[in-house]
Structure formats: structure tokens, C-alpha cells
């Protein structure tokens, strides 16, 4: 499949696994046959801890390497990171920007429209018992951002996944990541998150 380069910017806490997303999306690509690169930006490990991560995309190998300065995509895991410092930094009216969120978000300088809320951690709670919203956040970027078919998506995620985890866990990570795609459905057909002529 044909890739748009993107850069994509992933902002969390301790715990919240915004490495382990920004890792498995460029692997995910990589197996669609695009290009990818992932880096952490290393930083404390205690549970709780701002957390920044960052995924490059291309048709082409990527050469480019340190952080994600102007992101086309900004991932936040917490919708309180919008008032943190230094994360909206690089963000202009044209970064998409999806929000782990229950309810409305307003994301200074970046219209209504460019702006996808998620109730990660609701699915998160629902699925795996516990509030750790990457999978979900991470199968709405793949598929409303990168443009990776949900089906084949999914089952590749399923087949990665049970390679580090208890079947049943996978298998609830899974389901996390099916709802949020069904989530995002409405958005993709407005065509309102577009990231075509970036």
C-alpha cells in the first residue's frame, strides 16, 4: 500500500505505554510495507511520569532521526497533557491531534475539526480491566491517520501481540483496539482527519 510521510508525536505517563505504541505502529507499517522509524525519548520509568515518544512514516527508508519538533500527528494519552509545557510545541492548525478523552477537548491553535477525542481509557477499563488506553489509541491513529485497513490491521496486531502476551490478554488488547476502530468509523467517513496534501 501507498504511504503519506508522516511524523507523529506521542505524549503520556509512566505506565500508559505511549513507547510500546509508538513501537508497534512503525512495526505495523513496516509489515504493510511502508517505511517506519519509532524512538522513546528516555526519560523516567516510575508510573506516572511524562512519557514522549515518536513514529516517522515514509514511502521511502527514513533518514531522519531525534525528536518529532513539528509533528503531523499528535498523540496525547492523557487529555490533561494539553495544558502541560512543552507539548503543543510544534503543533499548528494543520497537526491532527488525537486525544485519550470522555468528553469535549479544546487543543489551543488546532481547529475542531482537527481534533479526534477517544475514550481509550473507557475501552481500555472495559476490555483489559485496567486503564492503559495505547492500544486503543494506537489502532485509531493506524487506521484514521495512516490509512492501514482495519481488518488486516487487526489481525496482524493479534498475531503480534500473542507473541509477548498471555493469549487472553492479547485477545482482550485486540477487542480494545476493534472498538476504537468501530470509534473512529464516524470521523473517517466525514473526512474531517484527513492528512492527504500534508
Do not use: C
Request: glycine fraction near 12%.
Amino acid at each position: 500500500m501507498e504511504f503519506v510521510p508522516l511524523e507523529l508525536r506521542w505524549h503520556g505517563r509512566g505506565g500508559y505505554g505511549a513507547k510500546t505504541a509508538a513501537l508497534l505502529l512503525a512495526e505495523a507499517v513496516i509489515e504493510f510495507g511502508g517505511f517506519a522509524q519509532a524512538s522513546p525519548e528516555f526519560g523516567p520509568e516510575r508510573r506516572g511520569a511524562p512519557v514522549q515518544a515518536y513514529t516517522r512514516i515514509s514511502p521511502q527508508p527514513v533518514r531522519r532521526r531525534g525528536p518529532v519538533d513539528r509533528p503531523d500527528v499528535l498523540v496525547l494519552l492523557d487529555a490533561r497533557l494539553v495544558s502541560s509545557p512543552g507539548v503543543l510545541q510544534g503543533v499548528t492548525a494543520r497537526t491532527r491531534v488525537v486525544v485519550n478523552g470522555a468528553g469535549p477537548v479544546a487543543v489551543p491553535g488546532v481547529p475542531p475539526e482537527g481534533v479526534l477525542v477517544l475514550d481509550a481509557s473507557g475501552i481500555a477499563r472495559r476490555t483489559l480491566g485496567r486503564d492503559i488506553p495505547n492500544v486503543p489509541l494506537l489502532a485509531a491513529v493506524a487506521v484514521a491517520f495512516v490509512g492501514l485497513p482495519p481488518g488486516p490491521f487487526l489481525r496482524w496486531l493479534g498475531e503480534r501481540l500473542a507473541r509477548d502476551l498471555p493469549e487472553e490478554v492479547a485477545r482482550r488488547n485486540v477487542e480494545a483496539a476493534r472498538l476504537a476502530v468501530e470509534e473512529v468509523q464516524p470521523w473517517l467517513r466525514t473526512g474531517r482527519l484527513s492528512t492527504a496534501g500534508r
